[in-house]
């Protein structure tokens, strides 16, 4: 039924809106004993910075963890602990609160597994070309079962900087394992990359892009360590010299300097062309040798 105003128009009033409650959740479909699960909590009418209180249960009594945050924008994500002590199988929920507002609500039950163990977790290979097709796989030594689902997280690994997200790949316990393939893309361009010579200056060194990747598991993130080792990306170069005029460079010799510094002798072909494969990905500088001589 539509609400009805019935007060003038031409002055002010005052209307209170009630503050609701609207959903406790966790955010996976079952927690796993010994690590964190994800909850999120949604409202209606409630202020942004209202303080929040989290307390996790079990059905068999056991005390899970709690947390506390604010209200922003009418919601509120955080994670609270699932002790070891929990038993396999029980039943845990949480309750949320919010003190001033006199709210309570409790959330949806989820089963507790146990935590898995992992006995190896790795890609098929050390380095990657674009469009290579590289296989992935975390294989468990037990605490999983055949259809539990993941999410596979690649990141980028960066040591003068920062780690980024790369994608995020579905996945799914087969086998007691999860296998699957991802190709490869750089899809930004290499001439971003902070050479040796730049990066020197500054008490640092070059890296080529490196990657790793983690496996989420009911909340339970695997792999942050980087135990999937890195895998790294190796470009191709392909050179083409002409003068003014549009003519090539052919046969000439140069010295090329990759983008970590190390330097590789060349030869032009007839079309003033030269590919090398598996080099640094980066600038890269070209110095021709005697080139008057070999212009004479």
């Known amino acids: 039924m539509a609400a009805t105003?019935?007060?003038s128009t031409n002055a002010k009033h005052k209307i209170s809106l009630k503050g609701k409650l609207v959903s406790a959740l966790w955010l996976s479909g079952a927690g796993r004993a010994g690590g964190t699960a994800s909850v999120?909590?949604?409202t209606s009418f409630v202020g942004d910075g209202a303080q929040i209180q989290i307390t996790g249960k079990s059905e068999n009594g056991t005390k899970l963890g709690s947390a506390s945050g604010k209200i922003k924008q009418n919601e509120y994500a955080g994670e609270i602990d699932i002790p070891d002590k929990v038993e396999i199988g029980d039943l845990i929920y949480f309750e949320a609160r919010l003190p001033k507002h006199?709210?309570?609500a409790e959330s949806n039950r989820i089963p507790v597994k146990p935590r898995p163990s992992v006995k190896r977790l790795t890609w098929d290979r050390d380095t990657v070309h674009r469009s290579d097709d590289v296989t992935l796989t975390c294989e468990f030594d037990g605490g999983v079962a055949d259809g539990d689902e993941a999410i596979v997280?690649?990141?980028?690994?960066?040591p003068n900087a920062v780690d980024r997200s790369v994608t995020s790949i579905p996945a799914?316990?087969?086998n007691g394992k999860i296998e699957l393939a991802w190709r490869f893309e750089y899809a930004d361009a290499t001439d971003g990359i902070l050479t040796e010579k730049e990066l020197s200056k500054h008490k640092k060194h070059y890296a080529a892009p490196q990657y790793f990747f983690i496996v989420v598991l009911d909340g339970i993130r695997i792999g942050v360590n980087r135990e999937s080792g890195l895998l790294s990306f190796k470009d191709?170069?392909?050179l083409v010299f002409t003068?003014?005029?549009g003519a090539p460079y052919a046969d000439y010799?140069?010295?090329v300097t990759f983008a970590d510094g190390t330097t590789k002798s060349i030869t032009l072909d007839k079309d003033g062309r030269c590919r090398a494969d598996d080099v640094p990905p980066g600038p890269c500088d070209l110095e021709f040798v005697d080139e008057d001589e070999q212009q004479t």
Do not use: I, P
């Open 153 to 158: 997280l690649v990141k980028e690994h960066d």
């Open 253 to 255: 010799k140069a010295n």
């Open 5 to 7: 105003y019935t007060k």
């Open 243 to 245: 003068d003014e005029y």
């Open 172 to 174: 799914t316990v087969s």
């Open 102 to 104: 006199g709210l309570v």
């Open 40 to 42: 999120q909590v949604k």
């Open 236 to 238: 191709f170069a392909e």
